[in-house]
């Protein structure tokens, strides 16, 4: 009985003492590694601040890059791709600096940063057309920012908001935004409608057979003469355009500030009208004569 209970109090002995073996070799363990783990979270903290403190420098170079360009006489769409291109290269190099401090080699930066370059070539091939296209938009400057244009290929127009890196943003006449890829703009046809100083007004009103022609003429001729926003020192040219199916076509030629044209244009459509019906003047609707032959009974 007596060596059982000998036996017993060693298993119970040998029990108790395996745990606080386990605890031994894990706070050994802590302790081994506790100056390397303590100097990682200081790494890691100092990395994490300087990052932070780098963005507010980021922030101010880019700030004092754009009066510089300003002062430069830069136009702002070049401005604004410019810095965005910049702020890119800045954080990489910000980022790669501190990746550097944590422990990462040189070589293996510069291996991720080249599978990472070939990565994003084959997945962002659309977006690198649109970047090279926007750097072709900022050096043939087709385009610059308050300039109202037309882009052709799928009729979207307005005023230039923006010439970003991928993206060039428009502001159309019912204040939305549109955003166009810079490759699409690149390589497809556009009309800048505010690159020349002035515009042409293009109009034709149909007037009916039985009007007096040179009268009809007279009335448009007044109305351009007369109308504030038209340039008296450019020609004004009223002609008959076309002898067409149920009217004479008369068109009216006049020359604009670009600002002015669509006010312009409305105002002397609307001018017309009342002119025309305050001297007779008939605009006709489209019409067909219809002639019924009859045939003589025997």
């Avoid at 303590?38 to 170079?61: E, H, P, R, S």
């Avoid at 003429?217 to 002609?239: G, S, Y």
């Avoid at 355009?241 to 669509?262: K, M, N, T």
């Amino acid at each position: 009985m007596k060596e059982h209970m000998t036996e017993l109090t060693q298993n119970v002995a040998e029990m108790v003492a395996e745990p606080e073996k386990k605890v031994n070799e894990l706070l050994n363990y802590f302790q081994d590694r506790l100056p390397g783990m303590i100097d990682l979270l200081i790494k890691i903290a100092l990395v994490l601040a300087v990052f932070f403190i780098g963005k507010k420098v980021i922030n101010w170079l880019l700030r004092m890059i754009k009066r510089s360009f300003t002062r430069a006489g830069l136009e702002e769409g070049s401005i604004h791709f410019l810095l965005s291109l910049i702020k890119a290269l800045m954080y990489v190099i910000l980022v790669s600096s501190l990746a550097t401090y944590l422990g990462v080699k040189e070589a293996s930066i510069a291996a991720l940063l080249g599978s990472m370059g070939v990565g994003i070539v084959l997945a962002l091939k659309e977006s690198l057309s649109n970047l090279a296209g926007g750097v072709i938009l900022l050096l043939m400057k087709p385009f610059v920012v308050g300039d109202y244009i037309r882009e052709d290929g799928h009729g979207n127009e307005g005023t230039v908001h923006s010439i970003d890196l991928f993206y060039t943003k428009l502001i159309t006449p019912d204040n939305q935004v549109v955003s166009l890829p810079n490759g699409i703009l690149s390589n497809t046809s556009m009309t800048n409608v505010t690159k020349q100083d002035k515009r042409q007004l293009r109009l034709t009103v149909g007037i009916s057979y039985d009007a007096d022609i040179k009268e009809a003429k007279a009335v448009l001729e007044e109305i351009l003469r007369t109308d504030e926003k038209v340039m008296q020192n450019e020609p004004v040219d009223v002609f008959v355009d076309e002898l067409a199916e149920s009217s004479v076509q008369i068109g009216f030629r006049a020359w604009l500030a670009p600002e002015d044209y669509w006010p312009a244009k409305w105002r002397i459509t609307e001018t017309v009208k009342y002119a025309f019906d305050a001297k007779g003047i008939s605009i006709p609707y489209k019409q067909i004569d219809v002639h019924v032959a009859s045939e003589n009974t025997k």
